[in-house]
Each structure stands twice: as structure tokens, then as C-alpha cells.
């Protein structure tokens, strides 16, 4: 059974369809990428899988479980995790609270334990601390910890954003455009995050990508969409070779710099 | 962290040692009411400075706080100890049923549902004359005792809404470093990333409406048996738009901002009462220049001039 089953999906806004009966399957441990060129719906259909809009037809299942009527809090805590193509950290936190905030659905203390600071909530809340300062440990981020996440440069904002996410511990990592904006050093380190991500923390990644070196360079397997169908589906290979693909998104001059390279 | 619990020490003890050197009634009672006020701008705040949640009509839970204790200690004849937890869960009561209808709405748009709330509340206490006596409101509310104390002086509601302004404070900070805290931020911030956190946020933005008119009711019930009087007009609208902006200028989403604010709206205009006419007018003149000069309130109008000395020591 494959981790995230798309089958058919549509999404129409009015007369506007944005995702037409789009169908794909993400195995468990892949790297799996979404490309297309603006428009194309790549968003949107983040957008139905995690429940911030409603699937219009067609099914979506991730490890078994239908999405479809699910609200968002409960996607994530079925182990679906994502990031946003325009960052959205919370400004006026710190680094380390964003991160904390990460780990909502894993934590459970409420309005009564945090009142009466009763044993367990107080544990809780030492523990997601010391959870939160590994993460941003791993990625490098840990001398941040008290910065407001407002003030941080756009790069290591997006790091933030992937390291928030991989507090809601996800299964699948929905990462949106995560090279957006980046230099090409910082993109280098990018790519090394979701390699790790991938291998250390055994997460399987979703990714919507216009960084082609990135996207050729990690993917397992990759989906192209146009105008809100999918014109092709392969391997990296395959699909570079794809005259469809070329055509719609790649660019002719795309065939002829790697013919040369 | 040792430093600041000093501080707090030291300024419970300077406030609790204020009836001593304020022998004047009149200003006994202003600092009353700006304790009073104070709670109401902090409660408040869960709601708009944490949460996040635009709400212009607090008042209106003050209000049905007022009159529940009112109710309960003319009608039913229960002690106040009583009446004030229930004033609380009444208010908190509307506040969950504000809360649920208003969960659609965003920004401007839950600012003027609850407004609308404010004025139904204010409505119903002046209409449903039975129960309230409508305008002619409700007199001789007892006062509360202990055991054979009666709390009557100014001096002992003094202390009484000390403490009730203590405790909610207390209450608030332990849950906004919390999980629960940290969750309403997230809201206030971005709310689709909050969501994508596994925030269910409607029940969180419930949580903070409930909660916020809970204190706001308890503000409400102590209103009643100090007064020993209230009214439809003991919480208006004009009052619900002060106690909105008392954070917004103090600071929202602080500790101290919602009591620095409360001093500022309530407190000045009350003690330069010579220019009593005008006092409402140079109080929209200071928010119009906080807010201009600074949106995060006169808190971050402190911080800001702290960080800029700290970086002009550190060049030099």
C-alpha cells in the first residue's frame, strides 16, 4: 500500500478548474516531486491534502485513511506535515516557541494542567523544550533559539519552516518550494537538509520544486503537471527526456544544456 | 529570573502598603477602579493580544458578571463567595456562545459581531424589566463578609480586587508560557500555519473568548457589591472600546502592558476631572499619537529605547 494514495483528485473555484483528476501514489521513504510551471495547480493540491481546501472530487488516502472531510489539525496529527511557498512562521515568537508550537499535536497539556503547572504538564513542557533545542540543533540553528523569528535572514527562515515542520514528527513532509528565493549556496545546504531528512530521519518527502538541479538531483520519482492535468510521471531521467515535458515547462534550451553538460 | 521576582515582590508589597498613604477617598476609589480596570484590560488581552481575536463588546461581560451577582445575593439571597465564581462561568458562558457563532469571522468583521453582542446584552438588561428593572437598575447589592467581617471600607475592596487582579494575572502568565499560551499565539500570528501545527483553532479561539469573559465576569461581580448598585449604563459600549484600547496602548500581549494602559485611559482623565468635558477629547488625541508614534504601546515604545541605548553603548 502506498503512504499517500491521490486518486482523481479535482479542484474547481467556481467555473476555474485548478486540479483536474489528478492521480499519483507516494511509497514510503521517497523523495517525490511536483513540478510544473506557475499555475499549474501544485499548491492547490498541497492544499487539498493537508484539508486548507476541500477536495472538490476524486479521493485522497494517506497510510489508509481517507482525507477528504478530515479539518487540517487532524491531517497533521495523522502524520502529514508541511511547509508554505510564503514562509508562514509566527513573526513575533521566538525561534525556539515556533518550533515549540511544532509540537502541538504531540503534546497534550490543557487549560487545567497549565494552571495548576500540575507534575506531568510541567514534564511536558521541560521535555518539548529539550525536543524543540535538538531539532534546531540538528539543522544548525540553535544559536537562534531566543531570536524573533521576524528578524531572521529569508534563508535561515526557510530552515526554520522545515524544522517546525518536522516537530509535528510527520510521516510524509509536504515541503512547498523550499529553494524559493534561495542563493545557490544556500540551496546547496537545502538540498542536504532533504537528503537527511530522507535518510537519517526516514521521513518521506513531497516536494513542489522549480529549482530543477535541486529536483533532478534528489527526487526518487517526479510528477509534472500542466494547467491542472499531469502530463507525465517518471524518474528524473524519464522525464527530462520527455518532449511533453520540454515543451510545457522545461524549455527547449533545458534538452540543449544538458546535452552539452 | 531572580531579579524580576524581586521586582514583583516589591511591587505587590508598595501596592499592598497604598491604602496607608492614600488616606483621600476619592483617590482610594480611582485606584479602586483602575484595579478594577485593569483586570478587565487584561482580560481582554487573552482575547485580542494573545489570541488574537479583534473584540469590541468585553464590557458586555463585565456587565452580565455585574448582574449575576446581583441577582443571586437580592434575589436568591446567596453569599457573594458563591455569586462571584458563578458571575465568572456566566460570562464565560456567553463568551463560549459568542465564541462559536463568531469562529467564521476575521478581523473587522468579528470587531462588529461583537459589538452587536455588547449592544443586545445592554438591550436585554434594560428591557427585561421582570428581572432587571430594566433602567431603573438594581440598588442596595450587600456587601460581602467573612464570617462576621463585612467587607465595606474602601480599604478592604481595596484588597479585594488586589488580589482578584493578582490572581488573573498569575492565571494568565502560567497560560501563555504553556502550551495552551503558545497555541493562541500561533493563532494570533498566522493562522493557517497554527492549523497546519495541529492547532485546532476554533476550539482554542473559543477557549480564549471563554476565558477572557470569565475574568471579565468576576470584574463584573466585584463592580456590583462595591458600587452596591448597577445598572445598563455600568458597562457600556464606550466602555468596551476603553478597555480595548487600555492593552493596545499599554503594550498588547504583555504583562504589564494592559495595567500601564488602564492607568493611562482611566486614571488621568479621571484625575485632571477640572477638564472633565475634554477629557474624552485628549484621550483619543494620546491613542491616535501611541498609535502612530508606536503600535506596540508604550511597553514597546520602552523596549525599543532600551535596545536602541544598549546598541549606541555597544558601538561606542
Known amino acids: ?261 | 529570573m531572580k531579579r524580576r521576582a524581586l521586582l514583583l515582590v516589591f511591587a505587590v508589597l508598595v501596592l499592598s502598603a497604598l491604602p496607608f498613604v492614600v488616606a483621600d477617598p476619592y483617590w482610594l476609589h480611582l485606584l479602586i477602579m483602575s484595579i478594577m480596570y485593569m483586570m478587565l484590560a487584561a482580560s481582554v488581552d487573552i482575547i485580542y493580544g494573545y489570541a488574537g481575536q479583534l473584540n469590541l463588546g468585553q464590557a458586555a461581560f463585565a456587565a452580565i458578571g455585574a448582574y449575576v451577582t446581583a441577582l443571586l445575593m437580592l434575589r436568591l439571597h446567596i453569599s457573594y463567595w458563591v455569586a462571584m465564581p458563578l458571575s465568572g462561568l456566566g460570562a464565560a458562558f456567553f463568551g463560549l456562545l459568542l465564541g462559536f457563532p463568531t469562529l467564521r469571522l476575521r478581523g473587522l468583521y468579528l470587531g462588529i459581531a461583537t459589538m452587536g453582542f455588547s449592544e443586545i446584552v445592554r438591550l436585554v438588561l434594560l428591557t427585561w424589566s421582570s428581572l432587571t428593572r430594566g433602567p431603573m437598575g438594581l440598588p442596595g447589592i450587600p456587601s460581602p463578609t467573612i464570617g462576621s467581617f463585612a467587607i465595606e471600607s474602601k480599604t478592604a475592596y481595596y484588597y479585594l480586587i488586589l488580589v482578584y487582579l493578582l490572581i488573573t494575572i498569575f492565571s494568565i502568565q502560567r497560560l501563555v508560557n504553556s502550551r495552551v499560551g503558545r497555541a493562541w499565539i500561533a493563532i494570533r500570528e498566522d493562522e493557517t500555519a497554527a492549523m497546519a501545527m495541529g492547532i485546532d483553532t476554533a476550539r482554542y479561539k473559543v477557549m480564549a473568548f471563554s476565558l477572557g469573559a470569565f475574568f471579565a465576569g468576576i470584574a463584573g461581580s466585584f463592580y456590583a457589591v462595591y458600587i452596591s448598585f448597577v445598572s445598563p449604563d455600568a458597562f457600556k459600549m464606550m466602555d468596551s472600546y476603553l478597555i480595548f484600547a487600555m492593552p493596545a496602548v499599554g503594550g498588547m500581549g504583555t504583562m504589564l502592558g494592559p495595567l500601564i494602559g488602564a492607568l493611562i485611559i482611566y486614571v488621568l482623565p479621571e484625575a485632571t476631572r477640572v477638564f472633565s468635558d475634554y477629557r474624552m477629547l485628549w484621550v483619543g488625541a494620546l491613542l491616535v499619537v501611541v498609535m502612530v508614534s508606536e503600535p506596540r504601546g508604550v511597553l514597546g515604545g520602552v523596549a525599543s529605547l532600551i535596545e536602541r541605548s544598549r546598541r549606541a553603548r555597544q558601538e561606542s
Request: proline share 3%; charged share 20%.
Open chain 1, 1 to 261: 500500500m502506498p503512504l499517500l494514495d491521490v486518486n482523481g483528485i479535482t479542484k474547481r473555484f467556481g467555473g476555474l478548474v485548478a486540479v483536474a483528476e489528478v492521480s499519483f501514489q507516494v511509497e514510503e521513504g521517497q523523495i517525490f516531486a511536483v513540478i510544473g510551471p506557475n499555475g499549474a495547480g501544485k499548491t492547490t493540491i498541497f492544499n487539498m491534502l493537508t484539508g486548507l481546501t476541500g477536495i472538490t472530487e476524486g479521493a485522497a488516502a494517506f497510510a489508509g485513511q481517507d482525507l477528504g472531510r478530515l479539518p487540517p489539525h487532524r491531517i497533521t496529527a495523522l502524520g502529514l506535515g508541511r511547509t508554505f511557498q510564503n514562509i508562514r512562521l509566527f513573526g513575533r515568537m521566538t525561534v525556539l516557541d515556533n518550533v515549540i508550537v511544532g509540537f502541538h499535536c504531540r503534546t497534550r497539556t490543557g487549560l487545567l494542567g497549565a494552571l495548576v503547572q500540575t507534575g506531568p504538564a510541567r514534564r511536558e513542557w521541560a521535555e518539548t523544550r529539550e525536543r524543540a533545542l535538538g531539532l534546531l540543533r540538528m539543522f544548525g540553528l540553535e544559536g537562534l533559539k531566543d531570536e524573533m523569528t521576524g528578524n531572521l535572514p529569508y534563508g535561515q527562515q526557510r530552515g526554520l519552516e522545515i524544522v517546525r515542520a518536522l516537530a509535528t514528527d510527520p510521516r510524509l513532509l509536504l515541503l512547498d518550494e523550499p529553494a524559493a528565493g534561495l542563493n545557490i549556496a544556500e540551496t546547496e545546504v537545502l538540498m542536504g537538509h532533504i537528503s537527511r531528512l530522507q535518510s537519517e530521519f526516514g521521513k518521506t518527502i513531497l516536494l513542489i520544486e522549480h529549482d530543477m538541479k535541486l529536483v533532478m538531483g534528489i527526487s526518487d520519482r517526479i510528477v509534472v503537471l500542466d494547467h491542472g492535468r499531469k502530463i507525465a510521471e517518471g524518474e528524473p531521467a524519464a522525464i527530462q527526456a520527455d518532449d511533453q515535458v520540454i515543451e510545457a515547462y522545461l524549455g527547449t534550451g533545458f534538452k540543449k544544456a544538458h546535452a552539452r553538460g
